[in-house]
């Protein structure tokens, strides 16, 4: 039987209502009080959104499996972090393997305010559900779990930072607590566990220059169709 830490969550003076979330041309849009927001993770990683379709479209085999590792692993941690019992014997050996190895870096969480949580920017037009907001090493932190196959390099991740930068920004509008810390935890399968902190106010202005830029993108994209669409309407006039 693994060794399991008995995490404290502490009593909520906020609520935290669930978005719901639709997809609009294969990207997710939420549901907000202020109207539909495109999701985190489609703003911060918007300029990768090529490279990875071309790549799932190569290896399609390979994108299910990190897509199911991804699941399998964040729902182990989540269930973890929740003081659920976690039998690794009905975890597939891979995915038991990349938490296993992720259990000294979770361990060192505790006074957890949420666990998947939705939350919501108006400043940042952006919602999505964050992994995790705790102290980590003592320090209020937004957390986010990765599952890797090989070792993440700084200069390629900044994405991540920003997906965390916008949560701590969503955190702060939402609960009025302010979040100088995030801890991004990666497990990779041949490079053992990855660390990566920083505060966010490191990543606010690269991360406001990537929401301009996707929305200028957009109206751009939404033009184009409108004058296509108005051009084959005069044509079949």
Not at 31 to 49: A, F, H, N, Q, Y
Not at 91 to 102: D, H, K, S
């Amino acid at each position: 039987m693994m060794n399991q830490k008995k995490f404290v969550h502490v009593d909520k003076k906020w609520h935290l209502e669930p978005l719901e979330h639709i997809l609009i041309n294969n990207t997710r849009w939420y549901l907000s009080p202020v109207g539909e927001i495109p999701s985190v993770t489609t703003v911060t990683g918007w300029r990768k959104t090529r490279f990875f379709a071309e790549w799932r479209s190569k290896n399609p085999d390979e994108s299910k499996r990190v897509l199911r590792r991804g699941n399998i692993l964040h729902s182990t941690i989540e269930d973890y972090l929740n003081n659920e019992d976690i039998d690794l014997s009905a975890i597939p050996p891979n995915e038991a393997g990349l938490f296993v190895q992720m259990k000294k870096e979770l361990d060192k969480i505790d006074n957890i305010h949420e666990v998947e949580a939705s939350l919501w920017s108006e400043t940042a037009a952006l919602a999505g559900r964050v992994d995790c907001v705790a102290e980590y090493n003592g320090r209020l932190s937004v957390i986010d779990f990765k599952g890797s196959t090989r070792k993440k390099h700084k200069k390629d991740i900044g994405n991540y930072f920003m997906q965390a930068t916008a949560y701590a920004i969503a955190w702060q509008e939402r609960t009025d607590i302010p979040v100088d810390n995030f801890a991004i935890i990666i497990s990779t399968e041949n490079d053992g566990v990855q660390v990566f902190e920083d505060n966010p106010i490191n990543h606010t202005k690269v991360l406001l220059e990537t929401i301009e830029d996707y929305h200028a993108k957009l109206e751009s994209q939404n033009k184009a169709i409108e004058n296509y669409l108005s051009k084959d309407v005069a044509i079949q006039g």
